[in-house]
C-alpha cells in the first residue's frame, strides 16, 4: 500500500526528531560562541564553571573577537577547556562544536550566518539576538525546527544566578542551560516575549531602593547606613519570594502572612489606593507594547 503524502511527511518529521534526540546529548558538549562579547563570556564563564555532574562540557571554542574577553576565558579556564579560533573564520568554530550559541548583535546576524554551513547530523543552535525570530533562525541556518533555539538571559549566568529562558521547550537543552541558574522552557515566542518582561522592571526595583534611600537620608538617616540596609533588607526579601517560587501561590501566601492590621498590610492598601500597583500592569503593558513593536512603550 502506498503511503500518503501526509504520512510520508509525518515520517520524515519523526526520523528526523528521533536522530536529533540521539544526536544531542547532555555528555561530553562541544559547545561553541559565534561572537564573544558580554553574554557570550558570561553563558561560557557560566557553563564552564559548572559543577553539575548531569551535564558535562569537554570543551568551548570561541571567536577571536572581543579579545580581551576570548582571553580572559583562556586565562581562567586554560587551553584544556577553552581554544580561541584564531583565524577568525566561524566556520572553524561551527566545525569543532555542537552546540552554537549565535551571540553577535542583531545587525551582524545576517551576514554571520549566511557565510557559515550548518551540519544537520551534528548541530544544535542556542541565539542570544534579541530581535532573532525562530522561522528566522531556521531559514538562516538551514537546520531542521528541531535544532534551532532562541534563549533570553542575562550576564548574571555567569556565576549560576541568571535564569534562562528558552523556546521551543526541549528537555534536554533545559537540562544543559539548568547550571548557568535555572530553565524555563516557553510554549511560543509569544509568551516567551511576555516571561522578559519582569527583566525589563529591574531598573524600576532599583530605582524604588533609590527612592527609599533618598527619603531615609532626607529624614536625617546616614547614607551609608540606610545603603547597607535597603541592600540588605530586599536581599532578605527577595530570598523569601524565591524560596517556594515553584508554587504560583506562594506570592499570594506571603502577602497574605503579614500581620493583620499590620503596617506592611496597611502600607499594600495604601499602594493599591494610591495606584501605583495598578500603574505596574499599565506599565508591563507599555513594555509588551514595545517589546512586539506595537508602540513606543511611552507611558
Ligand atoms: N548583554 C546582555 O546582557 C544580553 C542579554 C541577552 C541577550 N543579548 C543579546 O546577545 C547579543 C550580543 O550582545 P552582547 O551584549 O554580548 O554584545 P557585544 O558585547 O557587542 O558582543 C557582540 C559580539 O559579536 C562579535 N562579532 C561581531 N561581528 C562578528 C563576526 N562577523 N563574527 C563573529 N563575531 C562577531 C563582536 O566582536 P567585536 O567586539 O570584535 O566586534 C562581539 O564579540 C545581542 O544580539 C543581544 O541582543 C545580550
Redesign the pocket.
Known amino acids: 500500500m502506498r503511503s500518503s503524502p501526509l504520512s510520508l511527511l509525518i515520517s520524515i518529521i519523526s526520523a528526523i526528531t528521533l536522530s536529533h534526540a540521539m544526536i544531542l546529548s547532555t555528555k561530553d558538549l562541544k559547545c561553541g560562541f559565534?561572537?564573544?562579547?558580554?553574554?557570550?563570556a558570561?553563558i561560557a564563564t557560566g557553563l564552564a564553571s559548572s559543577s553539575d555532574e548531569e551535564v558535562t562540557f569537554s570543551h568551548f571554542h570561541v571567536?577571536k573577537?572581543?579579545?580581551s574577553?576570548s582571553a580572559a576565558l583562556l586565562s581562567r579556564f586554560g587551553p584544556d577547556k577553552i581554544t580561541i579560533c584564531e583565524s577568525g573564520d566561524?566556520q572553524e568554530i561551527l566545525d569543532s562544536s555542537n552546540v552554537i550559541f549565535v551571540?553577535?548583535?542583531?545587525s551582524?546576524?545576517e551576514?554571520?550566518l549566511s557565510k557559515v554551513k550548518f551540519d544537520h547530523e551534528r548541530h544544535t543552535i542556542i541565539s542570544?539576538?534579541?530581535?532573532s525570530t525562530l522561522p528566522q533562525l531556521i531559514s538562516l541556518s538551514s537546520l531542521p525546527p528541531t535544532s534551532v533555539f532562541k534563549m533570553?538571559?542575562?550576564?548574571s549566568v555567569a556565576t549560576h544566578d541568571g535564569t534562562c529562558l528558552l523556546v521551543p521547550k526541549s528537555e534536554t537543552v533545559k537540562k544543559i542551560l539548568l547550571p548557568l541558574g535555572g530553565c524555563v522552557g516557553c510554549e511560543s515566542e509569544d509568551i516567551m516575549t511576555k516571561m522578559m518582561i519582569p527583566a525589563c522592571l529591574m531598573g524600576p526595583m532599583y530605582a524604588i531602593m533609590k527612592g527609599n534611600l533618598d527619603w531615609m537620608v532626607k529624614n536625617g538617616v546616614p547614607a551609608e547606613d540606610a545603603s547597607y540596609y535597603i541592600g540588605r533588607t530586599y536581599l532578605g526579601i527577595a530570598k523569601d519570594a524565591e524560596a517556594k517560587c515553584t508554587d504560583p501561590k506562594h506570592f499570594t501566601d506571603l502577602i497574605e502572612e503579614q500581620t493583620p492590621g499590620g503596617i506592611n498590610q496597611q502600607a499594600i492598601e495604601n499602594l493599591t489606593k494610591l495606584g501605583a500597583l495598578d500603574s505596574y500592569d499599565k506599565a508591563m503593558d507599555k513594555i509588551l507594547e514595545r517589546l512586539t513593536g506595537r508602540g513606543d512603550g511611552k507611558a
Open positions: 559565534l561572537g564573544c562579547g558580554t553574554i557570550a558570561a571567536s573577537r572581543s579579545a574577553k566561524n551571540c553577535v548583535l542583531p551582524q546576524l551576514e554571520v542570544l539576538v534579541s530581535t533570553i538571559c542575562l550576564p
